[in-house]
């Protein structure tokens, strides 16, 4: 199960550590802790929360040590080869535009709009991964794609 996930958590943690040599370190640990962990997995609503929630903690603590780096968002899931090259400068441009206003949002909101946006999870999930309520979630996304509308808007 964890092997499934991996790319998941790897994305996730890349995306709050910003070197793969980190990324991969949070993921060996937190996949060390989960197999040492394996039979009481069982009593667990949801692994993959869980997993995602140990890859939260773990970078957490490397951002602490870091004395708070922020991260980079990961690539644009939009196909390039279907854009004409100056549609796809254009939208290379919105892109680091977005990262760099995802960077400048409280880590909290970053985390809420990586998992939903960009990862997909659905609020129940984000919220049990964040360890936050649904309605926290809602707040913290909807404020997070407010300010970065508002900075849109603005350039």
């Known amino acids: 199960m964890v092997a499934q996930l991996r790319p998941k958590m790897y994305r996730f943690a890349l995306a709050f550590v910003k070197r793969r040599d980190e990324a991969e370190d949070v993921i060996q640990d937190?996949?060390?802790?989960?197999w040492?962990?394996?039979?009481?997995?069982g009593s667990v609503r949801s692994v993959e929360a869980y997993a995602m929630s140990a890859v939260k903690n773990r970078c957490m603590d490397y951002l602490r040590s870091m004395q708070g780096k922020t991260d980079e968002l990961t690539k644009s899931a939009h196909t390039?080869?279907?854009?004409?090259?100056?549609?796809?400068?254009?939208?290379?441009?919105?892109?680091?535009?977005?990262?760099?206003?995802?960077?400048?949002l409280p880590v909290q909101q970053q985390m809420v709009i990586r998992l939903r946006d960009v990862e997909g999870y659905e609020l129940d999930e984000v919220a049990e991964i964040l360890g936050m309520s649904e309605g926290a979630v809602r707040t913290?996304?909807?404020?997070?794609r407010q300010k970065i509308r508002e900075q849109l808007f603005k350039q």
């Open 80 to 104: 390039a080869h279907e854009q004409t090259p100056y549609a796809s400068v254009e939208q290379a441009d919105m892109v680091a535009q977005v990262k760099k206003l995802i960077e400048g």
């Open 140 to 144: 913290g996304l909807s404020r997070a």
């Open 30 to 34: 937190v996949s060390m802790n989960l």
């Open 36 to 41: 040492k962990r394996r039979t009481s997995l």
